[in-house]
């Protein structure tokens, strides 16, 4: 990666295919001239001759001469779209016009490109410090803060910071869902006028945007160019795409703010979200730039992603002893390496209605402690884990009782109860410290290598001491997690908040992986685990093998379906094996074993999807990054219309190489096969694989078959 020599303040950075233009020049805020596919190299008079073969003609402007607009667009420059910073100081100061008072670009040890740029409007007496990043592996980020340098209070309503994109960008992706339906995509025109997602749950949302696309027609896994930002934030926030005659588009998000929430004295400082962009040609290329960068932090697991067995659907509340050491026995027996004991361990915690916030293990249920389940447990060789909600409390319990005022709330009422839950409002020290201080103490005294760290209701009427507290609980929350984290740096933490309603960037500095949905019906799964590892890579994928039936749906489905769609993630078991017979044990054995074969690869290997046109057909895989190795998922979602499938692609492969293909044990029993569907496979060029493909198994509906690409 490359930074080019910066000539009249025209920053050039490149990094893995991808350049950003920024142009500085005038004093004003940094405007991108482009983003997009890398440009090589180009000196001082090649930037400037681009930077006038992009200049616009004004026509028709609001202002006369041409429209700029910044990372942080200011109505100052005319820009009359969704202005960047919305505030003032008692209706004063509502519009601001930043002068540049220097910048500067720097290489970071990571191989990282920062541009930071510091800014101040001295009429508004405000001072803006922008950070662009463009990282080693191509992929985009900024960040804002925002200081008063007044005696009187700014209040900060909004701040928003925006990445364009070309006028050939016709179509957005972003996605909706509920609880057990996470990441749903949908597709709109990317028309004029502004389409808005707003969050307003409290946390990242189960309908957030997620990674809001912009691309060209028909842009797809593997082709169109596209460009798609997130913005990096666990409580409420906004992501909006922006079109209109004076501008091509705008992708941007930040931090959605309640009236009054920030309010800056001086020297105080409000700092935004992290905003993310990405850019590819396919979706694939996309979410190859966050999986990328993910693997390259310095906290990113290392270690192989233990087979997880979570107790939930298996017992539920009703904790017993012998009950629960028979099933750690059972998952011992199958090959499972973590143990995990969930709701109902603590206080009067019979049902949900009741003893949240009582952070003490229940001396009814278990008289002598959780010493001899976690004795037990980790005799048996698996890692023990436990399931918490710190940030909630329910008023039937002690804490609540005792401590009323610390529950988040607008002064005269308490919120409607969700779950018979309220919110533990940790911006109150003392509620902050007695949580920190329950759990350290139970990290202490118990041998736990694991916390299910959940979080089940939307944040509703969240206020503290009189005005908005998400703002202020989020911060909290970040910080608890950060504390706890120092305290005790190999516990490793799942972000589950009714399923998958917390997954962003910003709770995955702090957590090692997430739980993509409280559904574990497999035919749900795939979906919501293909956008889910739009944003993420497979090994922060919580995804387990459920019963024969799931407890959300009520589907039923044969365990090779099940286990083979939660093989491409981090693998588990929900599932009371104690009612399992020897066959499904052992079929879940082979299951397990393939996992802990294949899990290098699939967790450290590139993420692909087919572009397939037949409706009825999916097909994705994980190919190594040397391309050495590949395995992929052919799934049959439902019935096709065609009698003869149309053949399949293996994408990602290296197209000069041959490769040994043959179906993978036990993903290989399908139900009419092809010709080379036998041991002994086929070899053929990477090239043709996923060009003209491969006759694929004919099989029912929902089911899957696996396939296995070796380089020979």
Known sequence: ????????????????????????????????????????????????????????????????????????????????????????????????????????????????????VDAADDDARLALTLELELTAQGLVR???????????????????????????????????????????????????????????????????AF?????????????????????????????????SHYHPGLLGGGELLGSGEVRLGRGESYTSPWVYGSWGVGLDALAGRFHAWMRARPQHPR???????????A??????????????????????????????????????SRALGDWYVSADVWPDGLHPLVDHVTALGLQFGLWVEPEMVNIDSDLARAHPDWILRVPSRLPREARHQQVLDLAVPEAYSYILERLDALLTEYPIGYLKWDHNRDLVDAGHGGAPGV???????????????????????ESCSSGGARIDLEILQRTDRVWASDCIDAYERQQIQRWTNLLIPLELIGAHIGSGTAHSTGRRHALPFRAATALFGHLGIEWDLQEADEAQLA?????????????????????????????????????????????????????STATVLPRVTLPGLDP???????????????????????PEGVRLPGRLLSGAGLEAPLQLPERIALVRATRV
């Open 587 to 639: 079929d879940l054995t082979a299951w397990i074993a393939l996992y802990k074969d294949v899990r290098a690869l699939l967790h450290s290997g590139t993420a692909v999807h087919a572009d397939v046109v037949d409706p009825a057909v999916a097909v994705h895989g994980v190919v190594a990054q040397d391309r050495g190795d590949a395995l992929f998922a052919i799934t049959m979602t439902d019935r």
């Open 471 to 493: 703002h202020g609980q989020t911060l909290a929350v970040y910080r608890l997690l950060d504390e706890l984290r120092e305290r005790h740096p190999v516990v490793e933490i």
């Open 1 to 116: 990666m490359t930074a080019d020599a910066t000539v009249a303040e025209l920053v050039h950075l490149r990094a893995a295919g991808v350049s950003l233009v920024v142009d500085l020049s005038g004093g004003t805020l940094p405007r991108i001239l482009h983003w997009g596919g890398d440009l090589g190299p180009l000196d001082g008079a090649a930037l400037a001759a681009a930077r006038r073969a992009w200049d616009v003609v004004p026509h028709g402007f609001p202002v006369d001469g041409q429209v700029e607009v910044a990372v942080l667009p200011q109505e100052s420059a005319g820009f009359l779209g969704t202005p960047g910073l919305v505030g003032s100081r008692a209706g004063q100061d509502f519009s601001t016009l930043f002068a540049v008072r220097s910048h500067e670009v720097v290489t970071t040890d990571d191989g990282t490109q920062r541009l930071t």
């Open 303 to 313: 270690t192989p992603r233990p087979v997880t067995l979570n107790t939930w659907e």
């Open 142 to 208: 900024q960040r804002a803060v925002l200081t008063n340098e007044a005696d009187d209070v700014f209040s900060l309503d909004a701040l928003l910071l925006t990445l364009p994109v070309p006028a050939v960008a016709t179509e957005l992706l972003d996605f909706t869902g509920r609880w057990a339906r996470e990441r749903s995509p949908q597709r709109t025109a990317f028309t004029h006028g502004t389409r808005l997602r707003e969050n307003r749950r409290g946390r990242t949302g189960y309908d957030a």
């Open 656 to 678: 000069d190489a041959v490769y040994h293909v043959r179906p993978q044990a036990p993903g290989d029993d399908v139900d009419h096969a092809p010709a080379w569907w036998t």
């Open 211 to 243: 990674v809001l696309v912009a691309g060209t027609t028909g842009f797809a896994n593997r082709t169109g160019e596209v460009w798609g930002v997130h913005t990096a934030w666990s409580g409420n926030h906004r992501s909006l795409a922006e079109r």
């Open 315 to 352: 017992v539920y509340f009703q904790h017993d002893l012998g009950r629960l050491t028979a099933l750690a026995d059972a998952a011992a027996a199958v090959g499972a390496e973590r143990f995990v004991l969930d709701d109902g361990w603590f206080g009067d915690r019979r049902d949900d």
